[in-house]
């Protein structure tokens, strides 16, 4: 608009020489009637001259017209059709112009804006932000900046940064303020979701069960309220301070091991149980989880840490409790063991003072029954497991005991059992059966001085189920022997605690006899009865 002024100046000034010179010529030829052909075509000159550079002049101001009506077109296309939003208001915050990227960001009509108080647009309790905004710009005429919350037309929430400067009207009327809308919308509800979000976090670290702690380096960078709690100390107290210094010395190498200080190309144990002290000299037990993380661009483990000190009191009291158990009922079978000693023992001083055989035999068998209970009462005692014996090499002995007892060198035992671990109240009636099974094969299968072979085998058919039995290759039962009739008390036992087992007893006479008992593993506690 200047340069458009400037040269319509200047085309008038040359305009107004121009004139000013045919009126002097003019006036000159007026004053000399008889001036000569020389001066005529001087002053004509100068005439043509003058209307050349008029003309030039005024080719200029066109294309300085043309070019000034491209240029302002230019800018009304910019402004219109930014990528911004542009407003335009008074003082008292009156809009006074919008481009049309600000009338689609409002969610308005154009023509709705222009008269309208720009407040509108903006939440009450913001208003004094504007306000103070505008006043800025108007006293101190240079760039403002400020952040603050929009209404749409529709009532959407939009949050934006004005940038205002004064720019003076054309019309020559008052200044007034032109304000960019930057749109922020986006950043500012991804910085409030990432608020929340950090809020929900901090709510669940901070009220958390378990103590949280960041280590990196070996020093911890982060601590929650419980952890502060666990250890009696200040926040302030435990940052940047190695956590070494608060594990028991006895622990710290096993902690330096399993979680060291540089895990940048190394791994850690996840599960670890250490001791700390706390401010009070106090010896805690705790129990920590970790995972690798990074913190602050760098390695670093974040550790879930729970105060476990009265659970592991309570296991070492129960450890202790259960010891003393231990000890307690391996005493009591060791002094079952040694009271059944003492009734056989009698028992065989009872023996040496009858002279009849018949007797005395008698009371040697019971003997071997009352041994071959106490045998596994000793086993027990000896045994790391007071529920369940070795039946394997249970047989083992209880046959050698017998076959000591009736001297017959010339018998042989094969014992074929898997690894059978059975329960007490299961393993005393099976050793009272193999225990008359084979009493009776060494009694009557093999008349003296014959040699022969009893066979033990003892197996599973299922995790519960047993096939116990006993064979010889001696001369074999009688013929006419009903075992559901006998009243002898070996078979007599044999029967009734085949019943005790629910067992299944089957009997074949083929080249010696083979007693076989298939039955259930009996319930623990159950206990035996005659």
Not at 1 to 19: G, P, Y
Not at 77 to 87: G, I, K, N, R, T
Not at 188 to 203: C, D, G, Q, W
Not at 354 to 373: H, P, Y
């Amino acid at each position: 608009m200047e340069i458009q002024e400037s040269d319509q100046s200047r085309f008038a000034e040359l305009r107004s020489r121009a004139e000013r010179k045919v009126n002097q010529a003019l006036e000159q030829l007026d004053r000399t009637p008889y001036a000569n052909s020389q001066d005529i075509k001087k002053t004509m000159h100068e005439l043509q001259v003058y209307q050349i550079e008029l003309e030039m002049q005024n080719c200029q101001l066109r294309d300085t017209l043309e070019q000034l009506e491209a240029s302002r077109k230019k800018y009304l296309d910019l402004f219109e059709f930014a990528p911004v939003s542009y407003l335009i208001f008074d003082k008292k915050g009156t809009i006074c112009g919008a481009n049309l990227t600000a009338s689609a960001f409002l969610k308005t009509e154009r023509s709705l804006l222009s008269n309208h108080s720009a407040y509108s647009f903006i939440p009450r309790e913001e208003h004094n932000l504007l306000y103070w905004h505008i006043q800025k710009v108007f006293d101190t005429k240079e760039w403002q900046t400020c952040e603050l919350k929009v209404v749409a037309a529709d009532g959407t929430p939009l949050y934006v940064v004005l940038k205002s400067m004064l720019v003076d009207n054309e019309n020559g009327d008052k200044p007034h303020c032109r304000t960019a809308l930057i749109d922020i919308t986006e950043r500012i509800l991804v910085e409030e979701a990432l608020s929340l979000s950090e809020n929900k976090y901090r709510t669940l670290v901070e009220n958390a069960n378990e103590g949280i702690a960041v280590l990196q380096d070996g020093k911890l960078k982060f601590v929650n309220p419980k952890l502060t709690q666990i250890m009696g100390y200040y926040a302030n107290e435990l940052y940047s301070r190695l956590f070494t210094e608060f594990i028991h010395p006895e622990d710290r190498a096993g902690m330096l091991n399993h979680h060291p200080r540089d895990i940048s190309d190394k791994s850690i144990d996840e599960n670890q149980t250490f001791r700390i002290i706390d401010s009070a000299d106090s010896i805690k037990w705790i129990q920590m989880n970790s995972v690798q993380i990074t913190w602050t661009g760098h390695p670093a483990t974040l550790n879930f840490l729970c105060d476990i000190t009265s659970r592991q009191q309570a296991e070492e009291h129960l450890q202790n409790s259960l010891e003393e158990k231990e000890l307690l009922l391996r005493e009591v079978h060791h002094r079952v063991k040694n009271n059944m000693q003492i009734i056989s023992s009698l028992l065989n001083l009872q023996a040496d003072l009858i002279e009849d055989q018949a007797t005395r035999q008698l009371f040697k068998e019971s003997q071997n029954r009352i041994k071959s209970m106490a045998l596994i009462h000793e086993k027990l005692y000896k045994s790391e497991n007071f529920t369940r014996i070795d039946f394997e090499a249970y047989l083992q002995d209880i046959t050698r005991q017998i076959s000591r007892s009736f001297a017959r060198s010339g018998i042989s035992f094969t014992i074929r059992a898997q690894k059978i671990f059975i329960p007490i109240d299961t393993a005393i009636p099976c050793g009272l059966i193999v225990n008359e099974l084979v009493t009776n094969a060494l009694k009557h299968a093999f008349p003296k001085p014959a040699t022969g072979k009893i066979y033990i085998t003892c197996k599973r058919t299922n995790p519960r189920a047993i096939v116990l039995s006993v064979a010889d290759n001696g001369i074999g039962l009688p013929e006419n022997l009903n075992i559901e009739q006998s009243s002898t008390l070996g078979l007599v036992l044999i029967k009734t605690l085949s019943e005790q087992l629910n067992a299944k007893l089957e009997i074949r006479r083929k080249r010696g006899d083979c007693f076989t008992l298939t039955f259930q593993e009996m319930e623990e506690n159950r206990g035996v009865t005659f």
